[in-house]
Structure formats: structure tokens, C-alpha cells
């Protein structure tokens, strides 16, 4: 089953898919005396802007849109924002972006223009330099060491069951 097309990438998904019913599960039975992001999720005027977040990461987002979104002044917004997650609004849409780029880059194999383009960068040398700031080294890093990694593991065509006889050992006999 596991030679199936897209298997891995379901599974990356159903896991992905599992982690935020958890998470989720968790947030609506309290989450103790969870700060951060938690918090954010559970008040539901910020949880709101963290939604609209993701689902527009690459909208150019200022501080009066988020505000409104929450429904507050730009002031009354920030400081929120800023108390519950520990981050201002800019660095969290950046950080959002740049998780999201190495995933897109790492695992989906996006080229990077198309990764730069979708999350609101207007040229993929401004977003690899972002994604430089934030993960420390540029984004055709990341797609050359997936490359390494994927090289090095065999093809699932490449594997021998130990038992079955080589095709050059049985020519002749």
C-alpha cells in the first residue's frame, strides 16, 4: 500500500489534520493556563485575526485591517496582540510566511518565485532575504538539502527483496 502515488503526502496531510484536532480538543477544554498563541485562539476577537492570518498569509496586511478585523482601535489592537502572543502583528504574518515558504519549499517542492509571489513578497530576492533573516540561511538551502536527503534515501524500485535472486546471478543458469 505504501508503493501507492501521493501515500506519503496523505499521510503528511492525515498527520497535519490529527494535530489540529488536538490542539483544537484542547483549546475547548480550557488548555490549563496556556499563554501565546493558545491564548490567542481562545479569545475569540483576537483568535478571529489569527484565522484571517492564515487564511490570507499572503495579503499585505496592515495594523487598521487586523484591528478591524478584531473589531478595536489600531492602539487597543497592538497592545493585545503583543501582551497575548508575545510578538507584534508584523513579526508573527512574517513568521507565519516563513514557516509556511519552507514547508512549500522543503516538502511540496514549489519553486521559489511561486512561494515569494504567494505570500505577498513582490520579488523573490526580497523574499529570500526574509526567509534568510528569519531561518538563518536562503531558501535554495532548504530545496538543495531536500534534494540531498531524497537522494540519499533508495527508490522504492531500487530495494531488493534479500530473498529474490539478483537478474545478472540467474543470466546463464
Not at 71 to 89: D, H, K, Y
Not at 103 to 110: L, Y
Request: include cysteine.
Amino acid at each position: 500500500m505504501s508503493e501507492r502515488a501521493g501515500f506519503a503526502a496523505i499521510l503528511a496531510r492525515l498527520a497535519d489534520v490529527m494535530a489540529a484536532f488536538i490542539v483544537r480538543g484542547w483549546v475547548e477544554c480550557g488548555c490549563g493556563d496556556a499563554t501565546g498563541w493558545i491564548e490567542a485562539l481562545r479569545d475569540p476577537r483576537l483568535g478571529r485575526v489569527i484565522a484571517a492570518l492564515h487564511r490570507e498569509p499572503g495579503r499585505n496586511w496592515t495594523v487598521a485591517e487586523l484591528a478591524a478585523e478584531m473589531g478595536s482601535s489600531r492602539s487597543v489592537f497592538a497592545e493585545r496582540f503583543l501582551a497575548v502572543t508575545g510578538m507584534t502583528p508584523h513579526r508573527y504574518v512574517t513568521e507565519l510566511r516563513m514557516h509556511l515558504a519552507a514547508q512549500w519549499i522543503g516538502r511540496e517542492r514549489q519553486p521559489i518565485e511561486t512561494v515569494a509571489y504567494r505570500l505577498g513578497y513582490g520579488s523573490p530576492a526580497a523574499f529570500s532575504r526574509a526567509f534568510k533573516r528569519i531561518h538563518g540561511y536562503p531558501p535554495g538551502a532548504l530545496r538543495q538539502q531536500h534534494k540531498e536527503s531524497t537522494r540519499a534515501a533508495p527508490a522504492p524500485s531500487d530495494v531488493r527483496n534479500p530473498h529474490e535472486r539478483s537478474p545478472v546471478a540467474t543470466q546463464g543458469h
